[in-house]
Antibody, heavy 121, light 107 residues
Framework: EVQLVESGGGLVQPGRSLRLSCAAS????????MHWVRQVPGKGLEWVSR????????GYADSVKGRFTISRDNAKSSLYLQMNSLRAEDTAFYYC??????????????WGQGVLVTVSS | DIQMTQSPSSLSASVGDRVTITCRAS??????LNWYQHKPGKAPELLIY???SLQSGVSSRFSGSGSGTDFTLTFSSLQPEDFATYYC?????????FGQGTKVEIK
């Protein structure tokens, strides 16, 4: 069974940093691209970042470019999102998401339960 | 960015009803269109990918159609477990973008 378990969320002040982690199991992690997608509570879904299976192909939404960094450790079957210079508008549930392909097809076939990040003073 | 517009934003229906949700892209996206179901407090679930391909393990009462800019998700016979919010998403271009969602509620 595919499982994606996010951790690292919480309350953080504007301008500070936070690192999200995602532990993957139930599939061959290093065969697939991975993504982060977020959802402001009560609002729609927003794609945040992608990372190919070998970490060569990286992409970010304009809203987070230059502030967020996606990475992965295939040996640990883990995905990360380093979030710096956080803003109130980054407040959202963050989902770790598996792609159907090794490069980014943007077909999101498995999602974690999500972790809440709240940016507030 | 490609804008995705779903209609309606919400609907009320009864168990057993045939229901259709539509999704329109702001530009041509071929068949690069996916549909997701999201229940409160749960992980979203992929239902349909490439406009009409049923994701493994998903009930065949869900079907998708369309190409170009206009797409539909159809429930052949609505079941109690289908009450949720549904999102379309284009995978034609970066960034991937989602519709605003359609909330399906019990009548």
């Amino acid at each position: 069974e595919v499982q994606l378990v996010e951790s690292g969320g919480g309350l953080v002040q504007p301008g500070r940093s936070l690192r999200l982690s995602c532990a993957a199991s139930g599939f061959t992690f290093d065969d697939y691209a991975m993504h982060w997608v977020r959802q402001v509570p009560g609002k729609g879904l927003e794609w945040v970042s992608r990372l190919s299976w070998n970490s060569y192909n990286i992409g970010y939404a304009d809203s987070v470019k230059g502030r967020f960094t996606i990475s992965r450790d295939n040996a640990k079957s883990s995905l990360y999102l380093q979030m710096n210079s956080l803003r109130a508008e980054d407040t959202a549930f963050y989902y770790c998401v598996k792609d159907k392909g090794s490069e980014s097809k943007y077909q999101f076939d498995y999602w974690g339960q999500g972790v809440l990040v709240t940016v507030s003073s | 960015d490609i804008q995705m517009t779903q209609s309606p934003s919400s609907l009320s229906a009864s168990v057993g009803d045939r229901v259709t949700i539509t999704c329109r892209a702001s530009q041509y996206i071929s068949n690069y269109l996916n549909w997701y179901q999201h229940k409160p407090g749960k992980a979203p679930e992929l239902l349909i990918y490439a406009a009409s391909s049923l994701q493994s393990g998903v009930s065949s009462r869900f079907s998708g159609s369309g190409s170009g800019t206009d797409f539909t998700l159809t429930f052949s016979s609505l079941q109690p477990e289908d009450f949720a919010t549904y999102y379309c998403q284009q995978s034609y271009d970066t960034p991937a973008t989602f519709g605003q969602g359609t909330k399906v509620e019990i009548k």
